[in-house]
């Protein structure tokens, strides 16, 4: 287990969740966002966990090594098709994150809004940072690597229900306290788990795409005419 310290969060991107696109938000917003930032700071406990596999191959099927996971789909496929290892990650903001979005739910829904936003962007700094104390900790090992961008779970063809034995071989209930229920859903809700690739050479560029997205069809961004960022 890993802790990770935050001491602010990106507003703009908190905006563009909210819906302003590329637009600064009113004034009114902007007051929720920083006391929204500043209570989430204190409430949230950052913190994940992470594995490196190396990659088996068979069949054009592809299985962490020495484990019984395997990752399914075009998708991960394609994505990992240049990598001999990859990294499981899982990263979260904790339950405390839950309780706070819950009260403010209860007392003010517009607050709560951009709390759930705020927390949005807080868990993915989370995993930033995270890559970045990875990346730093692999390259003094073996001096080189190339690393391909966060695959999570669910994106393109790659099915929601491997992330359960994902969880499992990361050992995240005990560790970080994420677990996943019947529904496939994780809590605490501000978690995120996901799979980088890592390549002996440099990985041509692939970017995330709208085409192979699950949220293609009920993406906020793009019922707006915009992308997520990716």
């Known amino acids: 287990m890993n802790h990770i310290t935050l001491t602010e969060l990106n507003y703009m991107e908190c905006a563009r969740y909210l819906g302003y696109g590329k637009n600064a938000p009113d004034e009114m917003t902007e007051k929720l966002m920083r006391e929204c930032e500043s209570e989430l700071l204190d409430y949230a406990v950052p913190r994940f966990v992470y594995k490196i596999f190396d990659i088996d191959r068979q069949n054009e099927k592809i299985r962490l090594s020495g484990t019984e996971l395997w990752l399914t789909g075009d998708s991960i496929k394609e994505h990992l098709a240049e990598c001999s290892r990859l990294i499981l990650l899982c990263a979260t903001l904790s339950d405390s994150v839950d309780r706070l979005i819950r009260k403010k739910e209860i007392k003010d829904m517009a607050?709560?809004?951009?709390?759930?936003?705020?927390?949005?962007?807080?868990?993915?700094?989370?995993?930033?940072?995270?890559?970045?104390?990875?990346?730093?900790?692999?390259?003094?090992?073996?001096?080189?690597?190339?690393?391909?961008?966060?695959?999570?779970?669910?994106?393109?063809?790659?099915?929601?229900?491997?992330?359960?034995?994902?969880?499992?071989?990361?050992?995240?209930?005990?560790?970080?306290?994420?677990?996943?229920?019947?529904?496939?859903?994780?809590?605490?809700?501000?978690?995120?788990?996901?799979?980088?690739?890592?390549?002996?050479?440099?990985?041509?560029?692939?970017?995330?795409?709208?085409?192979?997205?699950?949220?293609?069809?009920?993406?906020?961004?793009?019922?707006?005419?915009?992308?997520?960022g990716f």
């Open 111 to 228: 607050k709560a809004l951009v709390m759930d936003a705020m927390a949005v962007v807080a868990v993915e700094q989370v995993c930033d940072k995270a890559e970045e104390h990875i990346r730093d900790k692999y390259l003094t090992k073996y001096t080189s690597g190339y690393f391909t961008w966060r695959f999570g779970f669910g994106y393109g063809d790659l099915p929601l229900e491997e992330e359960r034995m994902a969880l499992s071989l990361l050992d995240a209930d005990k560790r970080i306290g994420v677990h996943m229920n019947d529904s496939l859903i994780m809590f605490p809700r501000k978690t995120v788990a996901c799979i980088i690739g890592i390549s002996k050479e440099e990985i041509k560029s692939r970017k995330k795409s709208c085409v192979s997205c699950n949220m293609r069809d009920r993406c906020k961004f793009r019922l707006r005419g915009e992308r997520c």
